[in-house]
Structure formats: structure tokens, C-alpha cells
């Protein structure tokens, strides 16, 4: 392999063989090393939920094909944008990246041929005035559901479960976690409401930016929390309860777009708010 050394440095001589032969052993050990400090079991159930959650969206996505406007996808998107986030910030506190398909290109390539082929089948469906049945809309998210969670599943099986060390969250870390939840309130609260179609999108559309806003603010300062590696199980259960929040009024104004959601609105929001305010006062992860 050609060397270019640094300006006015001459190149290093190639090693022989047996030191070439020490260094491509020592890679093996530097990997035994670094697997005593990844808790793999606690990455497969990470990488189940991640599974769920992109069944969650695409289902919803599936139901909305032929429906009329009312809910604003803009809402759905913006909550997807801050798991994708917290969960890149998850994996890269635990020295991983990727996902268990990561070594099964072929696998994920075709799921998302088929993906597209779905969404644009739906498109066209929707353009004539027709609406497929539920269960065949139920199919893309149990697809989706198939393809990533078995390997979740098989991963969850072959690790052991290492010890975490917990600790206090910092104020900053307690304000941005109750933030989050905020966040997820206004969402589960406008698509509750019986607010005009013009609303919806425009509070779905401020979102969306509030979220690409974080993620640039969270990559050019290292002053933002990264709360995707100090959340624990219960920072984690609180958002989760709000994602399951918001994703279930989204799926009623789909399927029923004539419910009486507005009269649970303000508890509904209230509820995560206080969910994830009672959240942060327990300890998180020391990441």
C-alpha cells in the first residue's frame, strides 16, 4: 500500500511479516477488549424497539394512504426524527454503530425495494379513489416488524447482560428530558384537537424544524446533554409511553377522524409531561 508520509518526513519502512503477523493478532484481542464493554443484550432489546418503532411508523403510514387530510404527517415525522436521534446518540455512547442487519446488506436492500414498491403501490391506489383493507395495510408494518426484529430477537438470545453504572441526571440533562416530553405533548395535543387543517401542519412543519434545529445544535457543540446515552429504563419508559401516545391519536384520527379526542386532549398532554418530569428525578445511565 503506498505511504504519503507528511511533508518533509520520509515514508516509514514496511513492516516484515512477523510483525505484520503480531499486529493482525493483537486485532483479535483489541476485539475481546472492547466486547467486555458492550453490553450486547442491552443493544439487542435497543434494536428490538427500533424494529417496533419503524413497524409503528410505516403502519401508520399504510393507514393514512387514501385519507383524507385532517392529521398532519409533519406531527408523525417530527417524533420519528427524535428517536432516529436519541437512538444514533444511544449507540454511539455504547461504542456500536449500525444494526443487526448491518452484516445482511442483501436482506436490507430488498426490504427496502419492497418498501418502495409498497408506498408507491399505495400512491397509486390512493390517486384512484381507492382504499385498500386494514389487513392488507397491516402488512408493510409486520413486514418491516419480521425483517428487523428476528434478528433482534436471535441477538437478544446469544449475549449475557452486563452491569451499568448509574448516576443522578444533570440539571441540563432533567430540563432537556422534560423538553422532549413537551415535545411530544403539543404532538399527541394537536392531533387531539379539533383544530382546522391549516393548524396541523403548521404546528407539524415547527416541529420538524425544533428537531433538525437539535441535531445541528447537537453535532457543531458538545454543550447540548446527550440524552440518548444517559437515558436509563425509565427516561426510556416515559418516552416511549409518549411515542405510543401520540402514535395512537394519530392512528384514531386516521381510522376515525369524527372521534371525540379533543375532551382527552388536555390530559393526555398533561400525562406525558408529568410522566417524563417525574422521570428525570431518577437516576440515569453513567454514559
Keep these: ?7 518533509g518526513q520520509q515514508p516509514l519502512d514496511p513492516p516484515t511479516a512477523d510483525v505484520a503477523q503480531v499486529y493482525l493478532d493483537e486485532i483479535e484481542q483489541v476485539r475481546d477488549r472492547r466486547e467486555k464493554h458492550i453490553d450486547r443484550r442491552r443493544l439487542a432489546w435497543f434494536s428490538l424497539t427500533d ?10 403510514a399504510a393507514f393514512a394512504i387514501g385519507t383524507p387530510p385532517g392529521v398532519s404527517f ?12 436519541l437512538a444514533l446518540e444511544r449507540r454511539e455512547g455504547d461504542g456500536t454503530y449500525g444494526t443487526p442487519l448491518s452484516g445482511e446488506r442483501s436482506v436490507a436492500v430488498w426490504f427496502a425495494i419492497l418498501l418502495i414498491l409498497v408506498v408507491v403501490g399505495g400512491v397509486v391506489l390512493g390517486s384512484f379513489g381507492l382504499r385498500p383493507p386494514w389487513t392488507v395495510r397491516l402488512v408493510p408494518g409486520l413486514l418491516a416488524l419480521a425483517v428487523f426484529g428476528v434478528p433482534a430477537v436471535r441477538q437478544l438470545q446469544q449475549s449475557m ?10 440539571s441540563g440533562e432533567r430540563w432537556m428530558s422534560v423538553g422532549v416530553g413537551v415535545f411530544f405533548a403539543v404532538g399527541a395535543g394537536v ?19 425544533c428537531v433538525v434545529v437539535w441535531w445541528i445544535a447537537a453535532r457543531i ?17 416515559a418516552f416511549g409511553i409518549g411515542a405510543v401516545a401520540l402514535a395512537a391519536a394519530i392512528l384514531v384520527r386516521l ?33
Design 74 to 85: 409533519l406531527v408523525l415525522i417530527a417524533a420519528f426524527l427524535v428517536w432516529l436521534h
Design 221 to 237: 457543540s458538545d454543550r447540548l446533554p446527550v440524552l440518548g446515552a444517559v437515558w436509563s429504563r425509565s427516561q426510556w419508559g
Design 191 to 209: 392531533v387531539m384537537a379539533e383544530f382546522d387543517e391549516l393548524r396541523v401542519p403548521i404546528v407539524g412543519a415547527a416541529m420538524c424544524g
Design 255 to 287: 381510522v376515525a377522524p369524527s372521534a371525540p379526542l379533543a375532551v382527552f386532549a388536555p390530559w393526555v398532554g398533561s400525562g406525558i409531561v408529568l410522566l417524563f418530569a417525574a422521570a428525570v428525578f431518577r437516576d440515569g445511565r453513567d454514559g
Design 1 to 7: 500500500m503506498e505511504q504519503r508520509p507528511a511533508p
Design 51 to 60: 424494529a417496533v418503532a419503524l413497524s409503528i411508523y410505516i403502519t401508520i
Design 161 to 170: 447482560p452486563l452491569s451499568q453504572a448509574l448516576r443522578p441526571l444533570s
